[in-house]
C-alpha cells in the first residue's frame, strides 16, 4: 500500500510539471511554418492629390509628401501618375492605375 501511495505522489508530481495550456508540439510546428511563409505586403499607391500646397501620395493606406517616409522607402517625387521611392540609394516607381488627379476643393 505504501508503494502505491508513493507511485501515485510521482505520477501526480510528473503530471504537474507539464502546462495543460501548451499547444502541441505537432500544432507549434505548424504555426511556425505558416508564419515564416508570410510576405510582407508589397507597396501599393493608391491615390495621388493635387493640393494647394503640392501633390500628396496615398501609399497602402498612408498618405505622405515628398520627403517622407514609408517603411524604409522615403518618398523622393510624386508626378501626376507615379511615385518614385529611393531606399539607399536605389529608385523604385510606383504606378497609379487611375490617372485622374483629383484637385483640391476650397
Avoid at 28 to 54: C, E, M, R, W, Y
Wanted: proline fraction near 4%; hydrophobic fraction near 45%; include cysteine.
Amino acid at each position: 500500500m505504501k508503494t502505491l501511495f508513493v507511485c501515485s505522489l510521482w505520477l501526480l508530481s510528473a503530471t504537474a510539471l507539464a502546462d495543460p495550456t501548451r499547444p502541441a508540439p505537432s500544432w507549434l510546428a505548424a504555426t511556425a511554418t505558416a508564419d515564416s511563409a508570410v510576405q510582407p505586403q508589397a507597396l501599393s499607391l493608391q491615390l495621388i492629390k493635387q493640393t494647394a500646397n503640392g501633390r500628396i501620395a496615398v501609399i497602402n493606406g498612408s498618405l505622405l509628401r515628398k520627403g517622407e517616409k514609408i517603411r524604409q522607402y522615403q518618398l523622393h517625387d510624386i508626378a501626376a501618375d507615379h511615385v518614385v521611392l529611393d531606399l539607399n540609394g536605389e529608385r523604385q516607381i510606383l504606378r497609379l492605375v487611375n490617372t485622374a488627379i483629383k484637385q483640391d476643393e476650397e
